[in-house]
C-alpha cells in the first residue's frame, strides 16, 4: 500500500509539472516552442491557429524576436475584440534557430499541430526548406525574408524583393554620380541572390560598374582582407549584402581599414540592435533600403499607410519598450493580412490561400500591397525609401 501510495503522489507531481510548463507560453526566448497570443474574450469557439516559426536563438534572432512579438500583439488585440466571429486566435510557434534542419523541423510539427498559416520563417535559406513541405496541400506560409522568391503556390513573402531594394540604392546612386560599385556577400543562399541580383539589375540599369565581388563565410569574425581586396579596386560605394551578426564584423572591419566611402547594408538590417552593434565604428555614411514603416512619420496625413504605422509603432513602444523596427513591421502585416482573410474565409485553408492572392490596394505597415497569382510578394518600388544612418537614428537619405 505504501508503494502504491507512492507512485500516487509521483504521478501527481508529475501531471502538476506538466501543466504548469504547458502554461508557461513563448514569455521565454530560450524555449523551442511554446503557445502564446492568448484566448481571452472566447466564447467556446474552436481556436483558429496560426505557426510563428521565427528565429528565437542564433544570428538571425534579432529579426526573430521582433517577428514573434509583433504576431503575439496582434493576436491578443484580436481576442481582446472578440476573436473572428468568436474564434478566439492561438499562436504555436517554434524556434528555427537561425537553421534550415531545425526550420523543417519546425514546420513538419506545425503541420502535425493543424495552423490554418505559418507565419516566417526570417531567412532565405529557411523558406527554401521548407518549401516542398506544403507545395501539395499547404497550409499557407508567409515567409518573412525580403530576399526569398516564393516558388509554389502556397508560398508567400514579405517586405520588397532583394532586386527592388537593390534598384533603391541604385536609383539614389545615380542622383550622386556613383557609378563604380563594390559588393561584399556571404557564401549562402542570401549572399548568392544578393549577387545574381545586382549583376542583373546593373545590366539592366546602365551606367554601373561592379568593380569588385568578394564572399564571406557566414560565421567569420574577421573579414579585413575581403575589404582590403575590395578597397584596393577604388570603389564609389560598397554594398554589404548580409545580415546577422556578419554584417556588424563587416561594418567595423570596414570602419578600421579607413574606407571613406557610403556603405551600404541590406534591408535586415534594419534594427536598432544592428546599430547598437556597430556604435563607436559607425561609417561615416551608411545607407540602407527599406520600407515606408521606417519613415512614416515623414509620410503625410494623407497617405494611407500613415494611420496604420502609427498604430504599430505606438502599441508595439507601450507594450515592450522598444521602437518597432524591420521584424515587427512585416510579422504585423502577414498577421493583420491572414487575419482579414479568416474573417472573409473561414477556416478552410484553399480559401484563405485564394483570398491572399488576390487582396489589392491593402494598406499595411510595409506597403500597399497588391498580390495576385503571378505575385505572391504585393510590393514594388513604390513601397520603398533609402534611409540614412544619422546620430543612431533611422533618417531618410539626401
Not at 520588397?160 to 560599385?181: C, H, N, P, S, W
Not at 510579422?331 to 492572392?357: C, H, P, Q, W
Request: a positive charge; one cysteine or more; aromatic letters at 8%.
Amino acid at each position: 500500500m505504501k508503494t502504491n501510495k507512492k507512485i500516487l503522489v509521483i504521478l501527481i507531481g508529475l501531471i502538476l509539472s506538466l501543466t504548469l510548463v504547458s502554461g508557461c507560453g513563448s514569455g521565454s526566448q530560450k524555449d523551442n516552442s511554446g503557445q502564446s497570443g492568448g484566448t481571452s474574450g472566447s466564447t467556446g469557439k474552436e481556436p483558429y491557429a496560426i505557426g510563428v516559426l521565427t528565429a528565437q536563438t542564433g544570428p538571425a534572432s534579432w529579426l526573430g524576436d521582433g517577428e514573434l512579438k509583433a504576431a503575439n500583439m496582434v493576436a491578443e488585440q484580436i481576442n481582446s475584440q472578440g476573436g473572428i466571429d468568436g474564434h478566439p486566435l492561438k499562436i504555436v510557434f517554434y524556434d528555427t534557430a537561425s537553421s534550415p534542419e531545425q526550420t523543417v523541423k519546425g514546420a513538419s510539427k506545425l503541420m502535425g499541430d493543424g495552423v490554418l498559416a505559418i507565419i516566417g520563417p526570417s531567412l532565405v535559406a529557411e523558406s527554401k526548406a521548407i518549401a516542398p513541405l506544403v507545395k501539395a496541400q499547404g497550409p499557407l506560409v508567409y515567409s518573412l525574408s525580403g530576399g526569398y522568391r516564393p516558388e509554389n503556390n502556397w508560398m508567400f513573402a514579405a517586405s520588397a524583393q532583394t532586386e527592388i531594394m537593390q534598384k533603391t540604392v541604385l536609383d539614389y546612386f545615380k542622383t550622386k554620380g556613383v557609378k563604380r560599385i563594390a559588393l561584399l556577400a556571404a557564401t549562402d543562399s542570401t549572399g548568392q541572390e544578393a549577387v545574381d541580383s545586382l549583376k542583373d539589375l546593373s545590366e539592366k540599369e546602365g551606367g554601373f560598374e561592379i568593380v569588385a565581388v568578394e564572399r564571406v563565410n557566414p560565421t567569420d569574425v574577421d573579414v579585413t582582407v575581403q575589404i582590403n581586396n575590395i578597397k584596393s579596386k577604388k570603389p564609389e560605394a560598397l554594398i554589404a549584402w548580409m545580415t546577422g551578426k556578419l554584417v556588424n564584423v563587416a561594418a567595423k572591419n570596414f570602419y578600421q581599414v579607413g574606407m571613406d566611402i557610403p556603405l551600404v547594408v541590406s534591408h535586415g538590417n534594419l534594427s536598432y540592435k544592428f546599430l547598437d552593434g556597430i556604435k563607436g565604428f559607425t561609417p561615416k555614411t551608411l545607407l540602407m533600403p527599406a520600407t515606408k514603416d521606417f519613415a512614416w512619420k515623414s509620410l503625410p496625413d494623407s497617405d494611407p499607410q500613415k494611420k496604420v504605422n502609427e498604430k504599430l509603432h505606438v502599441d508595439y513602444k507601450n507594450k515592450y519598450g522598444k521602437e518597432a523596427d524591420f521584424g515587427p513591421g512585416v510579422a504585423f502585416d502577414a498577421m493583420n493580412l491572414i487575419v482579414d482573410g479568416l474573417r472573409k474565409t473561414g477556416s478552410d485553408k484553399e480559401k484563405l490561400r485564394a483570398y491572399l492572392e488576390n487582396v489589392n490596394n491593402y494598406a499595411g505597415a510595409t506597403a500597399v500591397f497588391n498580390f495576385s497569382p503571378q505575385d505572391h510578394r504585393g510590393t514594388g518600388r513604390k513601397d520603398t525609401v533609402l534611409l540614412q544612418v544619422k546620430d543612431q537614428q533611422f533618417q531618410l537619405a539626401q
